[in-house]
T-cell receptor, first 114, second 112 residues
Framework: GAGVSQSPSNKVTEKGKDVELRCDPISGHTALYWYRQSLGQGLEFLIYFQGNSAPDKSGLPSDRFSAERTGGSVSTLTIQRTQQEDSAVYLC????????????FGPGTRLTVL | DAKTTQPPSMDCAEGRAANLPCNHSTISGNEYVYWYRQIHSQGPQYIIHGLKNNETNEMASLIITEDRKSSTLILPHATLRDTAVYYCIVRAPRQAGTALIFGKGTTLSVSS
């Protein structure tokens, strides 16, 4: 596809369970970002990848959150022992980098923790 | 990055031009003006960006004043599907790795 894709589109889980969210960036985009958006709130930056490396992980809200990227393409965001406050839309964006670094977003994964 | 100010909401009739203003009076000479929009329950969508010159693409036009202290996003023929929150973001040129910071934006309501 031409755009960023994310899966699943919706995920309902029980408190305490682990979840994995997937992002497929635009082909050729070396930079990949994860954000989350709680209901009615702005975007919160989580982590950024350049290639397979994540230079800055400081946005991850707790050590229950981790992310990896393999082959400079697909990325997975993992949330362990989910809590109700983790409920949000998780958004992925990718860019070519460079001076303007225009970021293109995927449709998001809506996570609901019961 | 410079701060931006946008009206909280605007209305537009379907088929008419929607002109969305943004003030960025503290913008620096090398900072770009970006516009994104977010339709309900979807991810933000990139619209257009510019530095000094006016820009046009298939979605919209961006008019930047000569002093660069304000800009206007123009949707030439608004449709119901253009109802969304529109964000104006000012950002210095940089290599990848910096998060976009979205303010409150302008909620555009297009009605028939």
């Amino acid at each position: 596809g031409a755009g960023v894709s994310q899966s699943p589109s919706n995920k309902v889980t029980e408190k305490g369970k682990d979840v994995e969210l997937r992002c497929d960036p635009i082909s050729g985009h070396t930079a990949l970002y994860w954000y989350r958006q709680s209901l009615g709130q702005g975007l919160e930056f989580l982590i950024y990848f350049q290639g397979n490396s994540a230079p800055d992980k400081s946005g991850l809200p707790s050590d229950r959150f981790s992310a990896e990227r393999t082959g400079g393409s697909v990325s997975t965001l993992t949330i362990q022992r989910t809590q109700q406050e983790d409920s949000a839309v998780y958004l992925c964006a990718s860019s070519r980098g460079g001076d303007t670094d225009t970021q293109y977003f995927g449709p998001g994964t809506r996570l609901t923790v019961l | 990055d410079a701060k931006t100010t946008q009206p909280p909401s605007m209305d537009c009739a379907e088929g008419r031009a929607a002109n969305l203003p943004c003030n960025h009076s503290t913008i620096s000479g090398n900072e770009y003006v970006y516009w994104y929009r977010q339709i309900h329950s979807q991810g933000p969508q990139y619209i257009i960006h510019g530095l000094k010159n006016n820009e046009t693409n298939e979605m919209a036009s961006l008019i930047i004043t000569e002093d660069r202290k304000s800009s206007t996003l123009i949707l030439p023929h608004a449709t119901l599907r253009d109802t969304a929150v529109y964000y104006c973001i000012v950002r210095a040129p940089r290599q990848a790795g910096t998060a976009l910071i979205f303010g409150k934006g302008t909620t555009l309501s297009v009605s028939s």
